[in-house]
């Protein structure tokens, strides 16, 4: 495997000559997508606020190779193909792919972005699909299926779905844990 070491100016972001004197390298173009990007929530979504049926917004995630072998590391999955392409062509994949713990991580970060700091996830139930290879876009999506009152508990349940261009790579059910009103 080839590795080509890139030089960044300080402060500019920019990438310096490449060691070989030719140049920049180029860095391939960033996709864009239709969607923008979710925004974390400042406050949080109260038991109240929440309605069945309501859908959530979309969230487009870039798949990136950074992110795959990043996240796989980070949640001591040393497993290859998540790491290493050669190794995962071997095996019969077109590239490396996501682990299911980076998977669960990105389905519980669009649930609390979506509802708010103080919002508690209580329960997350996925099962994969189609597999995210770098370079592709993982768009999630979900709505309430459910709300329901439990020992002064405001309690929600959401349906997810995070898709690329294969298919479904992640689909499940979700139990969120919302204050009844602030300060309460």
């Not at 310096?16 to 974390?40: F, I, L, M, Y």
């Not at 400042?42 to 996240?71: D, H, M, N, Q």
């Not at 998977?103 to 972005?113: E, P, V």
């Not at 261009?165 to 844990?177: I, N, Y």
Request: proline share 9%.
């Amino acid at each position: 495997m080839r590795f080509r070491i890139l030089k960044f100016r300080p402060g500019t972001g920019k990438i310096a000559a490449a060691p070989d004197g030719a140049g920049p390298p180029t860095a391939p173009a960033a996709k864009s997508s239709p969607v923008p990007p979710q925004k974390r929530r400042e406050s949080t979504l109260r038991f109240g606020e929440a309605a069945v049926g309501e859908e959530l917004p979309a969230c487009p995630i870039p798949i990136t190779t950074t992110l795959i072998v990043a996240c796989a590391i980070a949640s001591r999955d040393y497993q290859d193909v998540h790491h290493d392409r050669d190794l995962a062509i071997e095996r019969g994949s077109p590239d490396i792919f996501m682990n299911i713990l980076t998977s669960s991580g990105l389905c519980g970060r669009y649930i609390s972005d979506w509802a708010g700091p103080e919002a508690l996830l209580q329960s997350l139930s996925i099962r994969l699909g189609a597999p995210n290879y770098p370079g592709d876009t993982m768009t999630m999506s979900g709505s309430i299926l459910s709300k329901e009152e439990h020992d002064g508990t405001g309690l929600v349940s959401l349906g997810l779905r995070g898709r690329n261009a294969l298919g479904d790579h992640v689909t499940g059910t979700v139990k969120l844990a919302l204050p009844f009103a602030a300060g309460v």
